[in-house]
């Protein structure tokens, strides 16, 4: 098993900057992508960004140029730095790793709440 706990989440201006984090423990080996997912009230989970254990970068176009994410392979952590945060990024925040194998096996934070104000 996979235990993925994020860190970070709170209340922020428009304008302002927060940085969410994440450590996974357990099974930890072959992990080969980390990333975030948020979900805003009445809306589908939606990717946010995606890297890989060879550095490789996916963003949603909603936030590149704005969000930043990097990864520490030796000490199994995650991090999304969000700058120039909008009303719109108002969501619950997921922690994602997945493992390629035969099949794909995915695991899931509890999620973090990043509200952003007018």
């Known amino acids: 098993q996979v235990q993925l706990v994020e860190s970070g989440g709170g209340l922020v201006q428009a304008g302002g900057s927060l940085r969410l984090d994440c450590a996974a423990s357990?099974?930890?080996?072959?992990?080969?992508?980390m990333g975030w997912y948020r979900q805003a009230p009445g809306k589908q989970r939606e990717l946010v960004a995606t890297?890989?254990?060879?550095?490789?970068?996916n963003y949603a176009d909603s936030v590149k140029d704005r969000f930043t994410i990097s990864r520490d392979n030796a000490k199994n952590t995650v991090c999304l730095e969000m700058n120039s945060l909008k009303p719109e990024d108002t969501a619950v925040y997921y922690c994602?790793?997945?493992?390629?194998?035969?099949?794909?096996?995915?695991?899931w934070g509890q999620g973090t709440q990043v509200t952003v104000s007018s």
């Open positions: 994602n790793a997945a493992r390629f194998g035969l099949v794909l096996t995915e695991y």
């Open positions: 357990g099974r930890i080996s072959g992990l080969n992508t």
């Open positions: 890297i890989t254990s060879l550095g490789g970068i």
